[in-house]
């Protein structure tokens, strides 16, 4: 089954200093969905890029996908201590197909 | 902003119990999803519905479970008897297009704990 998986799975970086994280997935997708996790709450969807698309940015977030390499990764500039947070990309494979959340990467930024 | 929300917050139950979680969906949205995030774990999809059926299930979602759309708001998720392994995060989402065409809109989850 198709499954995304980021990576690192934890990463701590100084406030204003840039996060990047990074997913991988097993097969073909429609499209690919970040979401953050705030400890004990739902998931916030951030940004969506579809399978025909390669970079799309949202504020401080920069999503690139790479169909080829089956991967996609988040940047997020300027971090603040407020984006302190898990964050987990989801891939939509179509019809029949499970919408697919990866572990997460356990993002600290720290003021 | 409209939100999914979702009662109640923490549902503490014992072995054998039946439970129902609750979720009021965005009143304009109409795909339903329930999902379980066991701690320190990744978020699991479980069922999926539409048109007051279930269009999607995983291999969680046996019988013990089950999903109903009892009015035009609730949504609800029922754990007929609960083992020590259901104890995780439940999350209801909604959208108002099918699956990952759309972004999902979460509640903030009910921890159901089960003793």
């Known amino acids: 089954s198709q499954q995304g998986e980021e990576d690192p799975q934890a990463l701590s970086i100084q406030e204003g200093e840039n996060a990047t994280m990074n997913c991988s997935y097993k097969?073909?997708?429609?499209?690919l969905q970040w979401y953050r996790q705030n400890s004990g709450r739902g998931l916030v969807h951030l940004i969506l890029?579809?399978?025909?698309?390669r970079e799309k940015h949202s504020g401080r977030l920069r999503v690139t996908l790479d169909t080829s390499k089956k991967s996609s990764s988040l940047l997020i500039t300027a971090s603040r201590a407020a984006d302190t947070a898990s964050y987990f990309c989801?891939?939509?494979?179509?019809?029949?197909?499970?919408?697919?959340f990866g572990p997460g990467t356990r993002l600290s930024v720290l003021p | 902003e409209p939100e999914v929300t979702q009662t109640p917050s923490h549902q503490v139950t014992q072995m054998g119990q039946e439970v129902i979680l609750r979720c009021v969906p965005i009143?304009?949205?109409?795909?339903f999803y329930w999902y379980r995030q066991i701690l320190g774990q990744k978020v699991e999809f479980l069922v999926s519905?539409?048109?007051?059926?279930?269009?999607?299930k995983s291999e969680i979602f046996d019988d013990q479970f089950s999903v109903e759309r009892p009015d035009g708001s609730n949504f609800t998720l029922k754990i007929r008897s609960t083992k020590l392994e259901d104890s995780a995060m439940y999350f209801c989402?909604?959208?108002?297009?099918?699956?990952?065409?759309?972004?999902?809109?979460f509640g903030d989850g009910t921890r159901l704990s089960i003793l």
């Open positions: 989801a891939t939509d494979a179509g019809r029949g197909q499970n919408f697919v």
């Open positions: 989402a909604s959208s108002d297009w099918e699956w990952g065409n759309q972004p999902q809109h």
């Open positions: 519905f539409y048109n007051n059926e279930i269009s999607e």
């Open positions: 890029i579809r399978s025909n698309e």
């Open positions: 097969t073909s997708i429609n499209n």
């Open positions: 009143s304009n949205h109409l795909y």
